[in-house]
């Protein structure tokens, strides 16, 4: 709500779309895109653990390897996810200190 009256979204079909959007719905966006991401890295985790637990012998160091490389990445998605998350509180506490 923006002095009373309620806000219409915008939608633009210009390149610059994420623009027109409220910072709000920006952050959404992100966040969403974001939490995917942690999503699919955990995802890749649980498929790595189950590759490493059937494999058989011979292949068991590099199924490892390949669980551990989908752990990094997992811990790095997030890390990412976290910082969005800490960016939208930020900015929320910045309107509200405004306001």
Same mark, same amino acid.
């Given at each position: 709500?923006? &002095? @009373?009256?309620?806000?219409?979204?915008?939608r633009s079909s210009g390149r610059?779309?994420?623009?027109?959007?409220?910072?709000?719905?920006?952050?959404?966006?992100?966040?969403?895109?974001? !939490? @995917?991401?942690?999503?699919? *890295? #955990? $995802?890749?985790?649980?498929?790595?653990?189950? #590759?490493? !637990?059937? #494999?058989?012998?011979?292949?068991?160091?590099?199924?490892?390897?390949?669980?551990?490389?989908?752990?990094?990445?997992?811990?790095r998605a997030a890390a $990412? &996810?976290?910082?969005?998350?800490? !960016?939208?509180?930020? /900015?929320?506490?910045?309107?509200?200190? *405004? /306001?």
């Open positions: 709500m923006f &002095f @009373g009256r309620k806000h219409r979204l915008s610059n779309a994420d623009r027109d959007e409220p910072p709000d719905e920006m952050f959404v966006r992100r966040d969403a895109r974001e !939490l @995917g991401n942690w999503r699919e *890295s #955990a $995802q890749r985790v649980t498929r790595a653990w189950n #590759a490493w !637990l059937a #494999a058989d012998r011979p292949a068991r160091g590099w199924c490892y390897d390949d669980y551990e490389e989908a752990l990094a990445e997992e811990e $990412q &996810f976290e910082r969005m998350l800490q !960016l939208a509180k930020a /900015a929320q506490q910045a309107d509200s200190d *405004s /306001a």
